[in-house]
Each structure stands twice: as structure tokens, then as C-alpha cells.
């Protein structure tokens, strides 16, 4: 779905600004709901991302600060991209959580500050809800299996009585956390993204057909994958102590110390994600066999991954599905969700009182009454 213009829209029709933050993203959205047909039109979809150097993650209170200083740029961006006045709104959307305490702070005051200036009644967004109606929107899924992979959160979702029922999630750390992790592990680049870069390396290694051995932790519906992480800390140490021995001029080790293969960041990359992957995908098709559903949609910022893309794809075709996924304008947080999301919610009546408008690390996806679905 592109951005459209404003003069593409009814003049009855809700129009709401969302705004995220939740991690090193600071998006803001503009988006407009017909009424009559029930149309979505995105209107503007700005973002700027906080980007800490390599080797490093990005601290709560540095995103925090990145958030605030940006806010105001982002907004004014946003107005402008949509051509719409602050009178047109009809809510101010912002995510209440999930997320990082302080960056969701930042933002939950900047929201509060423009439906205070404007007038405008705010709405609190789950974050992950948010991610799963974008997806809806964008791709068409009706009823879909939802496996939901971001940096803080993965999560395998089904639909039922106005709920998204939790079916497996992970047990410690979220999958996008655990190639970001990794990534400074390796010293990658944090731009545009820790996992988009270990995904460009890993296509280096598909040739090689080198799958190194690494735990495969499923336990029935749900993952873990610190152990995973774990143990690809200590084949990157291991190939960091050949590379020294080569250096040096020295001799590899024998057989039996692992080293009849040579170790190199794109193995390591691609043994990661094929591992981490296949996971997914077990229990992502475990939920649809529960549920009876031939979809599958694939949200958040580690959804953007063409490989798991193509895995999933291959597993929905054959069980005779289909998978719908989005690029990276809506995969990777961004306000325009938010904005969706508040405004399906604000449609029906809900809306968050000023008093109430708080913020939370933990909000979890089946807490939300989706009172706007059947």
C-alpha cells in the first residue's frame, strides 16, 4: 500500500497520528478510515532510527534521548507529508507497550503534550497488535496463524472471541534479540540494521553448504535461544582462534578440536538463522494444523527476512497455504501501525484518559479486547 493524498480522502472520514517508539525506532503515521467502505489510506509513514556503533546494543536512556530530540522533526514531517492540519485529527495514537521503559516514556509524553495542545483524545496501543492489524491491512490475510518475530518479542498468534490467543512464544530471549546479540558478537554494522547485515552475510554461505551444529531448543509450542546464542559465542571464538593461528603461521589443530572445518562469519550467520528459522517454522505449522488455518502472516522487524520468508512459503505450500508478509516500511516498527491500530479501537469507542495514559514494558498481545473483529 502506498502513501496516497489527502484529496484522495472523504471528508467524514477518521483520520489519526500515531506515534512509536517502543524501541530504537521513532516513527510517527498519519492514516485516514472511511466509514462508508471501510478504506484504509496511509497518508504519511516517517521514521528515524537511533543507530549505536557496532559491537555495541542501544541503551534505554540514549534512545530515550534520540526520541526526544527528534520527536518534533518527525511530526512536523509527518503533517507535512500528509498535508493535514492538527484540526483534522481525529485521535492521537501512541504505543502504550510492549517495549523499552524510557523510549516508550519519551514518546507517551510527547503524545499527551500534542492531544493537549490540540485537543485530541488519545488512544494506548499494544505494540503487537499494532504490528498484526498493519499486517491485516497491508496483505489481506483473513484469518491467518500469525508468527510475530521482532527484536522483543516472538510470539505465535491465532485469532478467537476477540482476542489474539498466544499459542507458543519464547521462553527467554526473542529471536531478533538473539541475531542482534550476535551481531556484536561479531562486530556487524548496526546500520541500517544488526539483522539485516547477518542476513546479507549468510547468503555468502549458502554456496559452502556449511551447516554448523548448533542446539535446535523447541519444547512443544514454545523456543529458547540463549542457548542457541550461546553456542554460536563459542564457534565464533573458536574461528577468532584459528584466524590467530593463521596469523601466526601455526599449524591448525587436529580433528578432534573441531577445526576440520574452517570457520567464517557467513558460515556462522547462515548456521544461525537456519537453525533459528526451522524452529519457527515448527511451530508456526504446528499452530496451523491446531487451528485449521491455511495462512500464514509474518509480522515484525524480523519478518523483513527473505530467508525466513522463503522457509515459511515452502512450509504453507505444502500444506497446500499461502504466507503473506510486507516489506520493511511496515515489518520494522513504525508509527503508521500505531495509527491503524488506535483508530480500529477509537472507532469502536475506546479511548484512553489522561490520567491513564501510562506506559508498560510488559503488555502482553492477549490482554487486548479486539473489539473491532467479530
Known sequence: MAV???????????????????????GIGIIAHDPSTGKST?????????VSPPGTGFLPKDTAKHHRSFFVQVARSALRAARVSPSRLSCICYTKGPGMGAPLQSVAVAARTLSLLWD???V???HCVGHIEMGREITGADNPVVLYVSGGNTQVIAYAEQRYRIFGETLDIAVGNCLDRFARTLNI?????????????AKHAVADGVLLDLPYAVKG??????????????????????????????????AAANETVRITPANLCYSLQETVF???????????????????????????????????????????????A???????????????????????GFTTPLAESTCTQRFRTDEVHVKWRN
Open 278 to 324: 526451522a524452529m519457527l517454522v515448527e511451530i508456526t505449522e504446528r499452530a496451523m494444523a491446531h487451528v485449521g488455518s491455511a495462512q500464514v502472516l509474518i509480522v515484525g522487524g524480523v519478518g523483513c527476512n527473505e530467508r525466513l520468508q522463503a522457509m515459511m512459503a515452502d512450509m504453507a505450500a505444502e500444506r497446500g497455504g499461502s504466507i503473506y
Open 120 to 122: 485530541k483524545p488519545l
Open 42 to 50: 496511509i497518508l504519511a509513514n516517517i521514521r528515524h532510527t537511533f
Open 124 to 126: 494506548g496501543v499494544n
Open 221 to 254: 509450542m514454545d523456543c529458547s535461544f540463549s542457548g542457541i546464542l550461546a553456542a554460536a559465542d563459542i564457534l565464533a571464538a573458536a574461528m577468532r582462534a584459528q584466524d590467530e593461528r593463521d596469523a601466526r603461521g601455526e599449524q591448525p589443530l587436529d
Open 326 to 348: 510486507t516489506d520493511e516500511r511496515f515489518c520494522i516498527d513504525n508509527g503508521i501501525m500505531i495509527a491503524h491500530a488506535g483508530l480500529l479501537a477509537f472507532e469502536t
Open 189 to 201: 554494522s548496526n546500520d541500517p540494521a544488526p539483522g539485516h547485515n547477518i542476513e546479507q552475510l
Open 4 to 26: 496516497a493524498s489527502i484529496d484522495a480522502v472523504p471528508s467524514n472520514a477518521f483520520i489519526a497520528l500515531g506515534c512509536e517508539g517502543s524501541a530504537n525506532k521513532l
